[in-house]
């Protein structure tokens, strides 16, 4: 009895002009912007799929608005004799890198605890959301940024400001989460 094996090459993905090649894909660095929101749980949920996949590093990013941008009105109740307005800005900050602090070493320590996930930091950043988040991912390699956004709805497809703002300003793949 004799046995002949056919060896068969697995299919590409063939567009209109060009074959799609895979291999040239890797990722080794994925940024993921990280707001607290619903939607940058979700982010971050696909980001450390890929990074099993991958194993690739995760970097979540927090950018925290200039505190001197904030208006006296909005911090009315921290103002007083005792403490005057830029006192209060001061506390503010401290305040909010604290939170922030929290907010992303909790996340990061569910990762590495449930998720496996090893290679995952983070950094806080002060400044504009879409400028900081496009000098990070310039600035350091990323391969893919993945981030959320709330704005997308069923009946009208718009982007949030800062995915908007990140898509437009950047010549990096980026995958966005609704």
Do not use: W
């Not at 959301?129 to 991912?137: F, H, L, T, Y």
């Amino acid at each position: 009895m004799t046995t002949t094996r056919t060896t068969t090459t697995p299919p590409s993905i063939t567009t209109t002009q060009n074959t799609v090649d895979f291999s040239s894909l890797s990722y080794t660095k994925i940024l993921v912007p990280f707001d607290g929101s619903q939607m940058s749980d979700k982010a971050l949920a696909h980001a450390a799929y890929i990074s099993k996949i991958s194993g690739a590093q995760i970097d979540l990013v927090h950018i925290l608005e200039h505190v001197e941008d904030i208006p006296p009105s909005t911090i009315l109740a921290l103002i007083g004799p005792e403490r005057p307005l830029d006192k209060a800005k001061e506390d503010l900050r401290i305040n909010a890198e604290a939170g922030a602090r929290k907010m992303l070493e909790e996340k990061v320590k569910i990762c590495r605890e449930e998720g496996k996930i090893d290679r995952i930091s983070y950094k806080i950043e002060v400044g504009k959301p879409v400028d900081e988040i496009v000098r990070i991912a310039e600035e350091n390699s990323y391969n893919i940024i993945v981030m959320g956004s709330s704005r997308i709805s069923s009946s009208i497809r718009l982007l949030g400001s800062t995915a908007k703002g990140v898509v437009n300003s950047i010549q990096k793949p980026i995958l966005i989460i609704h």
